[in-house]
């Protein structure tokens, strides 16, 4: 029964992580696009979005590595 409850922390482990990264992908797309394309027509608000698509990708990154070493922690021991 352990192995059962182990393939499907992990399958659960790997939705959360799939939907996070399109969710993430779905911002970045919504704050980089504009940016790169110069659509608004100002630098500052560019940097802005620019500076906010870094900082939702690193905070992304940050969860996804304490998740995984938390939930592999708990399944290891």
């Given at each position: ?11 659960i ?11 993430i ?53």
């Amino acid at each position: 029964m352990s192995l059962l409850r182990n393939t499907l922390m992990v399958l659960i482990l790997l939705t959360i992580a799939w939907v996070g990264f399109i969710f993430i992908t779905f911002i970045l797309a919504y704050t980089l696009f504009p940016a790169l394309e110069y659509a608004d027509g100002s630098l500052t608000l560019g940097l802005m979005r620019v500076a906010v698509g870094i900082a939702v990708i690193m905070l992304w990154i940050y969860g996804w590595y304490m998740l995984t070493k938390t939930w592999l922690r708990k399944m290891l021991s």
